[in-house]
């Protein structure tokens, strides 16, 4: 098969690759064979899908994200993280003790996100199993790939949802048992953050991690007051990376999110473990964490990628994501003079990074299954005779979910 199209792909940071009425020719199991400037004169016993004018992107990877929170997106903003999650967030995570609930609610977030172009994911769900493996199966139906994590949380939770320690390290055996029959969806270890989990915990989760080489996911220096709780539990304990480091949970592959108040020592400690960084711009700002220092942390080095931090983030659509880093960027510019965040950089962002974790290639590449939305950008052009890179500025600022026509996940057109 040949996708026909308007080519648009992020090969580096800050590279953007765009191939006029190019195509992407696939295999039968959906991998890119090759890229071509024009539709190639071998072409006349495939099937040609041509979408025209319309622009054929990267999908996205939100790489953070809360699952349970979905629901309860745009609330209780006024409220700092601490305040937020107490008044707000663990309320609605006690719900998902209902497997009905979670099927309706895990239904619906699988669909909005393959419906906004994200095909692939890192997830947090609640501490309870059965709706975590809902969520997982949901995923996987709708097409979306990558990792769910079963949080847990044996202390400083809330009534109703807190774990005791024996039940967390049980109830994640069980979880992980169950997580071989998928195929696309996979477990990673989600200790919600430290102040949640007992040393006992976390010394089984980090032992864990290393026996059975389970990725990792959790929270790093996103808000003054959790940085302070922190350093009070552990005063062995110089700075917040080091809570994870002592149990062997800080390792190649660990997905940290936000780290907005993370130090000169702190990136340092990432880059050299090959921990990876979330910068969840629109959560910082609306929990009033603050802004993190993007452009510092890919100037050194640091594996950087983006999530919406839905309901942290008001805004599951990436697009919204990209908008938002950019504009936090440019804030966080007149603090350190760095330069902000540009289009190019906050698309390769959200899509080829995200894709790298996953061991993908690229932008597109040969011998990558497809990952690819369709959009229509029609509805905002209104003069003609713009360049493919102003396009996708402007489709950055101004698309819908609406406006996106085809989603393509693992090689198979999901939408």
């Known amino acids: 098969m040949i996708l026909k199209g308007n080519l648009l792909f992020a090969p580096e940071l800050g590279k953007l690759e765009c191939l006029p009425n190019g195509c992407l020719r696939l295999n039968d199991a959906g991998v890119i064979t090759e890229i071509c400037k024009q539709l190639p004169e071998d072409?006349?016993?495939?099937?040609?899908?041509?979408?025209?004018?319309?622009?054929?992107?990267?999908?996205?990877?939100?790489?953070?994200?809360?699952?349970?929170?979905?629901?309860m997106a745009a609330m209780g903003l006024d409220l700092p993280l601490l305040d937020w999650l107490n008044k707000y967030a663990f309320p609605q995570e006690r719900r998902l003790a209902d497997t009905e609930?979670?099927?309706?609610?895990?239904?619906?977030?699988a669909q909005d996100l393959i419906a906004g172009g994200t095909t692939r994911v890192v997830m947090f769900s609640s501490l309870h199993t059965d709706a975590t493996l809902i969520l997982m199966e949901e995923l996987e139906k709708a097409g979306i790939s990558g990792y769910v994590g079963k949080v847990n949380m044996d202390r400083n939770g809330a009534e109703g949802l807190q774990e005791t320690t024996e039940e967390s390290i049980r109830e994640t055996e069980r979880w992980l048992e169950e997580c071989k029959r998928f195929t696309q969806i996979r477990p990673i270890l989600t200790p919600r953050f430290t102040p949640s989990c007992t040393d006992e915990l976390m010394e089984w989760l980090g032992k864990t991690a290393v026996e059975r080489d389970l990725p990792v996911q959790s929270h790093l220096s996103e808000n003054d007051a959790e940085i302070e709780w922190v350093r009070n539990l552990h005063p062995?304990?110089?700075?917040?990376?080091?809570?994870?480091?002592?149990?062997?949970?800080?390792?190649?592959?660990?997905?940290?999110?936000?780290?907005?108040?993370?130090?000169?020592?702190?990136?340092?400690?990432?880059?050299?473990?090959?921990?990876?960084?979330?910068?969840?711009?629109?959560?910082?700002?609306?929990?009033?964490?603050?802004?993190?220092?993007?452009?510092?942390?890919?100037?050194?080095?640091?594996?950087?990628?983006?999530?919406?931090?839905?309901?942290?983030?008001?805004?599951?659509?990436?697009?919204?994501v990209m908008e938002d880093s950019i504009r936090s960027s440019k804030i966080k510019q007149k603090e350190t003079g760095l330069p902000f965040l540009t289009t190019a950089e906050a698309y390769y962002l959200a899509g080829t990074a995200g894709h790298r974790y996953f061991g993908a290639k690229s932008g597109f590449s040969v011998g990558d299954k497809l990952h690819a939305v369709v959009l229509d950008d029609s509805r905002f052009a209104v003069d003609e005779g713009r360049t493919l890179e102003e396009r996708l500025e402007r489709a950055i600022y101004l698309a819908q979910p609406t406006d996106i026509l085809a989603v393509y996940a693992e090689g198979k057109k999901v939408k």
């Open 43 to 71: 072409a006349q016993a495939e099937e040609v899908v041509d979408y025209g004018d319309k622009l054929i992107m990267q999908s996205f990877a939100d790489m953070h994200v809360h699952a349970p929170q979905y629901p």
């Open 101 to 109: 609930y979670a099927r309706k609610i895990y239904r619906r977030l």
């Open 236 to 320: 062995d304990c110089a700075q917040y990376w080091e809570t994870y480091a002592k149990y062997g949970m800080w390792k190649k592959g660990t997905v940290m999110a936000h780290c907005v108040h993370s130090d000169a020592r702190e990136r340092a400690a990432m880059k050299e473990h090959g921990v990876w960084m979330i910068y969840c711009a629109q959560s910082n700002a609306n929990i009033c964490s603050g802004t993190a220092a993007v452009r510092q942390m890919l100037d050194e080095g640091i594996s950087v990628a983006l999530g919406s931090d839905v309901a942290g983030g008001a805004h599951l659509f990436m697009v919204r």
